[in-house]
């Protein structure tokens, strides 16, 4: 059969962000794919460059709207190893506390989304009017809904009372009974289960080569978590369980997700009943020394890393962002192989991409003498051709 | 797992029976809680020029003019337009001069009428407290 390629993307209804998937199709089937980036750059990184510390947490946190809290927290964590600084522990624990509501109100979207493109919209929706609930939770402690602000370097900016406590307990209390029926609406709908049983498999071998992170990796029977692995704030003080599935499909997926929520519902109750007292920040100086830090986090997509690099000013030199999604695109490409063409939308939802995380500059490095250099897009295209061997003036891409 | 066919059911029919979960906004508003990041708003007889706001400020939407030098009169300018209500100018006000008040109903029909202008003296040390100093 002649093989096909289609276009999904920049635009598409199955998209919510631009990315362009360019899919060989042999019928029905999907033998190839390929991802393009690069619609959705902010050049965040590089204004990261003109700005200080203090007004760059707000800065790291407009990368994602999701996962806002996770790239605050990485950025802090860096820039606080880079001032030796070391947070109370009160302060520790709320940033925490916020992280969990984060990764539970995220995975409760995340379901949502799943459920809206296997074509199950009552689910969609009551899992995100449920979503609320979470969502308040965090405008109580934080002030807002969405970008909580709450990270400061060498600690937090607002503290807990005990009005708060309470109503974080209650408000996790609905949390739990309301996932514990997701939980067992998802495993039992037979029409859901058939939808996303078998499709988007990713063996456990190739999550691994792949290098695949977060709930991706961990459906595939892997059991990595940067809380675990490499425990950053206080995690190593905690008790939980690092969640895996063995299908290695979109099922896998869904119950990772669905049984770290319930990971993370305990944690919270844990935090919250044991809080320590104390303060909640320390007092950070205005310029960094110099140096560099690498800092990892495990965000509700997966592993999370920065660098940064200081010079011993008030602005840093560099910093590097290195979100869940870029190392999940590779993971893609492979589940996508041999599935059908109603299931792009659904596979590659359950990666939960965040398209615009992933934009980042990007450098060419020579293996042979390791000199770096930095492209211009025209540079690029010239290159290609070259090497494609492509007559001046015919397209780079063409299809 | 054992599938189920129709698990969905009776939940759907119980809500058939249950409020709307959404609120008619306009005439009716949910609560706002405590210490919700609205606006900024500056208590002028408070500020002391000192421009700690001014150089936190991560939309760089607050602007500090000087109109006269001798009489220390100031002008500040608040953009509520570049604003993104992180507080971190109240965070950094040393004096708490700045507070963020519970207005989210911000939307207008031009860019100009959110730009909120505060004209004053920076407040003379009177006798009794360079004497408590």
């Known amino acids: 059969m002649k093989k096909i390629k289609i276009p999904i993307g920049p635009q598409h209804p199955a ?21 393009r980036l690069g619609y959705n750059h902010r050049g965040i990184e ?67 989304v799943a459920a809206h493109e296997a074509g199950f919209d009552s689910l969609f929706m009551y899992t995100w009017r449920d979503r609320e609930v979470v969502m308040d939770l965090l405008e109580i402690i934080s002030g807002n809904r969405v970008h909580y602000a709450i990270n400061t370097i060498g600690g937090v900016r607002r503290d807990l009372s005990e009005v708060q406590k309470e109503k974080i307990l209650e408000g996790i209390q609905f949390l739990k009974k309301r996932m514990e029926y997701y939980t067992n609406l998802g495993t039992t709908e037979p029409s859901f289960v058939a939808r996303v049983s078998g499709v988007g498999i990713l063996p456990k071998e190739k999550a691994m080569s792949l290098c695949a992170v977060g709930p991706t990796l961990r459906a595939s029977g892997i059991a ?33 997700r669905i049984k770290e929520t319930m990971e993370s519902i305990k944690i919270v109750e844990y ?17 960094v020394k110099e140096g560099e830090a690498v800092s990892r986090y495990e965000a509700p997509r997966g592993e999370n890393i920065h660098y940064i690099k200081s010079n011993g000013t008030d602005k840093p030199e560099r910093v590097k962002v290195r979100a869940p999604t870029l190392a999940n695109y590779p993971a893609t490409i492979e589940m996508l192989k041999s599935g059908f063409i109603a299931d792009i939308p659904l596979i590659f939802a359950a990666i939960d991409p965040c398209i615009c995380c992933a934009e980042r500059f990007v450098e060419v490095i020579d293996t042979k003498n390791e000199n770096t250099q930095v492209l211009t897009m025209a540079e690029i295209k010239k290159r290609y051709s070259k090497s494609q061997g492509l007559k001046k003036g015919s397209s780079v891409w063409p299809l | ?55 936190d400020c991560p939309a760089f939407a607050i602007e500090i003019e000087t109109l006269s030098e001798e009489e220390k ?12 209500h992180c507080a971190q100018c109240v965070e950094s006000c040393p004096t708490k001069a700045l507070f963020m008040d519970d207005g989210y109903e911000l939307s207008t029909d031009s860019r100009r009428k959110l730009k909120i202008a505060y004209v004053y003296s920076r407040p003379k040390k009177t006798a009794q407290q360079s004497s408590e100093k």
């Open chain 1, 15 to 35: 998209l919510k962000e631009p990315i362009s998937l360019r899919i060989t199709v042999e019928g029905e089937v999907i033998k190839d794919a390929d991802v």
């Open chain 1, 46 to 112: 590089k204004l990261a460059e003109s700005r200080t510390y203090v007004q760059n947490i707000y800065l790291m946190e407009r990368i994602c709207g999701i996962c806002s809290h996770s790239h605050t927290t990485c950025f802090v964590q860096g820039v606080e190893s880079l001032c030796g600084l070391e947070v109370p522990k009160r302060g520790l624990f709320i940033r925490m506390l916020v992280c969990e509501l984060e990764r539970i109100h995220s995975h409760y979207l995340w379901l949502g």
């Open chain 1, 224 to 256: 990595s978590d940067i809380r675990k692995d490499d425990p950053y704030a206080a995690y190593d003080e905690i008790p939980f369980s690092v969640c895996t599935a063995t299908s290695c499909d979109v099922l896998g997926r869904v119950v990772v």
């Open chain 1, 271 to 287: 935090l919250v009943k044991n809080l320590p007292s104390g303060e909640i920040k320390v007092r950070a100086p205005r310029k």
């Open chain 2, 1 to 55: 797992m054992k599938l189920r066919p129709g698990a969905f059911i009776p939940e759907l029919l119980k809500h058939l029976f249950k409020k709307p979960a959404t609120v008619m906004y306009p005439f009716e508003k949910l609560n706002i809680p405590k210490d919700f990041r609205g606006t900024p708003v500056l208590k002028p007889e408070l500020c002391i020029v000192c421009r700690a706001c001014v150089r």
């Open chain 2, 73 to 84: 009169k100031y002008k500040m300018t608040i953009h509520n337009d570049r604003c993104i």
